[in-house]
């Protein structure tokens, strides 16, 4: 069985009009994917409400993600990681302007 | 509710005699963990044989990764992932001398 590799910072489109979304691994109650960001924020007023918990890790870039009932955006830099329980809203405030911003995100549930 | 959140870079402890391993989110069928090596390798003759699917990325340092049956090490260097189907033993064969070497595993099903 050939077993499925990569890596999260090869082939990183810059410069995207679009968010990208790759899946990476897929099974019943499991999605892992990468996610690029080229400056991307959610629209004024638009909040992610999500059937499913996520647990996203930023891995190169930076961004600011706003989670709603928190006093501040946090701010995310390369390492930071936040956990996102099903149906928490939250939108993207920010991602970095300059460079592209590569998410890895873990929906479960 | 209070969201879980930190960074995989901070804290990373340097030079620590044994792999440490820091849960970072677990519940039922799924768990994400830090792994932070310095040096370390599996024992000659050791595999693991993990009967969870999993799926595991490297943040920083560098690692080699043996899989049975696969001709030659997986050399990992940051952003580099890879899926490890359950029961596909596999080794560490070693992890960077220089630095520490920080992974994340998401272990599924």
Known sequence: MTLSH???LADVPAG??????????ERPGLKIERI???????PAGFWYDAPQDEWVLLVAGS???EVEG??????????AW???????RHR???TD???PTVWLAVHAG
Not at 16 to 24: G, M, Q, R, S
Not at 36 to 42: D, F, L, M, P, W
Not at 82 to 88: G, I, Q, T, V
């Open 97 to 99: 302007a300059a460079q």
């Open 16 to 25: 995207a009009p679009e968010e990208i979304f790759t899946p990476l691994l």
């Open 63 to 65: 961004a600011g993600l």
């Open 6 to 8: 990569g890596n999260l």
């Open 82 to 88: 936040l956990h996102l329980p099903a149906h928490r």
């Open 36 to 42: 690029v960001s080229n400056g991307q924020a959610s």
């Open 70 to 79: 928190d006093a501040s955006i946090h701010v995310m830099h390369p390492g």
């Open 92 to 94: 993207v405030a920010w």
